[in-house]
């Protein structure tokens, strides 16, 4: 809405849209942070990680940060993405005993397999990544929720036949669909809130057996 009327006014006005978005486009990042934050009453790491890359951002975009910066920041990054895909991998997957689902996947891929008979939460992180939450042989709590944030990678959240899943949150550039099977949903069922923000990412909830 901000970023149309901006524009409107560049068509009626004197306004330089091109500059304008140009310079405080990452509000939009920081935004997200602020809706997660908002939403969950408490600071999660994909909410901090959209609100320390939005506020650099920023800093470039608005000059309180000088360009010379950048080639530091760039060759600093990727000292780091090298470390990290050097050091040894942890398993690929990983099975969770308690009532909270909770993990982040970074250049690679992980499935997180809950055992509870009461999965009650839920905060996954995925960033230029696949990951998986499987809840195919877990039970749900009353007001289950799951927290998914997922940046230029994918996630798929497996559930049991007859569960009800409600899908909300922010599709920013990404997609999620849920395919589980909605005639099998019984009345007494348990209702898991997956709610996600999504950057350049998908996000699919579905049975193990997809469709079937």
Not at 9 to 38: F, K, N
Not at 87 to 100: F, K, M, N, Q, Y
Not at 161 to 185: C, E, F, K, Q, Y
């Amino acid at each position: 809405m901000v970023a149309g009327a901006v524009l409107f006014l560049s068509v009626i006005g004197d306004v330089d849209a091109g500059a304008v978005l140009g310079r405080w486009w990452p509000l939009v990042l920081i935004a997200l942070g602020v809706v997660q934050v908002a939403t969950e009453r408490r600071l999660r790491i994909g909410s901090t990680a959209l609100l320390a890359i939005g506020l650099l951002l920023l800093a470039s975009t608005t000059g309180l940060i000088d360009a010379s910066v950048w080639p530091v920041l760039g060759a600093v990054t990727l000292i780091a993405l090298g470390a990290l895909v050097m050091a040894p991998r942890s398993s690929r997957e990983v099975t969770v005993t308690g009532d909270d689902v909770a993990g982040v996947v970074v250049l690679g891929a992980r499935r997180f397999i809950a055992t509870s008979s009461r999965v009650r939460s839920g905060d996954v992180t995925v960033v230029a990544a696949s990951g998986v939450v499987d809840l195919s042989a877990a039970g749900l709590a009353d007001d289950a929720r799951i927290k998914l944030t997922v940046v230029l990678g994918g996630c798929d959240v497996i559930v049991p036949h007859g569960w009800g899943v409600r899908l909300s949150g922010i599709p920013l550039l990404g997609m999620w669909d849920n395919t589980t099977r909605r005639d099998l949903a019984v009345e007494e069922a348990r209702t898991l809130d997956v709610n996600a923000t999504l950057l350049l990412g998908g996000l699919e909830v579905r049975h193990a057996d997809r469709w079937g």
